[in-house]
């Protein structure tokens, strides 16, 4: 599976949009990027994934670069509740498993 | 919307004794596994499951661990004979299908601590 490379904390006033850069400069034609957080030492949950174009649902949106070496996950007016860590993780369709890196911890402050 | 759920959400235990991990994965999923959490690390991956068979596991779970959907709902961990470094959040997922793009969806965790 491919690495990825976040950096380890980025901060976030509320309101405004949280940009968090990811690259997986290795990745294979095969693989996706996913994004999940972690709030807290609750469960991970899933916000988003995709392969080549940008994608955008309910939660974030996802812009990953034409050559798909790296990636940028974007909440759109974060807020006090999106405090977590975000882990960007390359995933294939020869592995069920997710490789869970140290990710970065977002703080977004009133 | 449905949800894993794990039970149960703290087991203490002593060294040497069994413990068994329970999860009820959504439905319709068909795919399951298992990760853990030691604290303040990553999380990693333990095991996945299909069609009552693992298809995958770690070098992390090795001959003490075992999983098991022992009726159409539940899927459990067992950990024989438990040490102070299993010591961790465990996590139970699920998914609809294998790999991508089928997204995991992740229960709240059971916090296992061996003393």
């Known amino acids: 599976d491919a690495k990825t490379t976040q950096p380890p904390s980025m901060d976030c006033a509320e309101g405004r949009a949280a940009n968090l850069p990811c690259n997986h400069s290795?990745?294979?034609?095969?693989?996706?990027v996913y994004w999940y957080r972690q709030i807290h030492s609750q469960g991970p949950q899933y916000i988003i994934h995709?392969?080549?174009n940008n994608e955008t649902n309910e939660m974030a949106s996802l812009i990953i670069t034409e050559d798909r070496k790296s990636s940028t996950l974007i909440l759109p007016h974060a807020t006090l509740r999106d405090t977590a860590v975000y882990y960007c993780?390359?995933?294939?369709?020869?592995?069920?498993?997710?490789?869970f890196g140290q990710g970065t911890t977002l703080q977004v402050k009133p | 919307e449905p949800e894993v759920t794990q039970t149960p959400s703290h087991q203490v235990t002593q060294m040497g004794q069994e413990v068994i991990l329970r999860c009820v994965p959504i439905?319709?999923?068909?795919?399951f596994y298992w990760y853990r959490q030691i604290l303040g690390q990553k999380v990693e991956f333990l095991v996945s499951f299909y069609n009552n068979e693992i298809s995958e596991k770690s070098e992390i779970f090795d001959d003490q661990f075992s999983v098991e959907r022992p009726d159409g709902s539940n899927f459990t961990l067992k950990i024989r004979s438990t040490k102070l470094e299993d010591s961790a959040m465990y996590f139970c997922?699920?998914?609809?299908?294998?790999?991508?793009?089928?997204?995991?969806?992740f229960g709240p965790g059971t916090r296992l601590t061996v003393t």
């Open positions: 290795t990745i294979s034609g095969n693989e996706y």
């Open positions: 439905s319709n999923h068909l795919y």
């Open positions: 997922a699920s998914s609809e299908g294998w790999g991508t793009p089928y997204e995991q969806y």
């Open positions: 995709g392969l080549k």
């Open positions: 993780i390359a995933g294939s369709s020869n592995t069920g498993k997710l490789i």
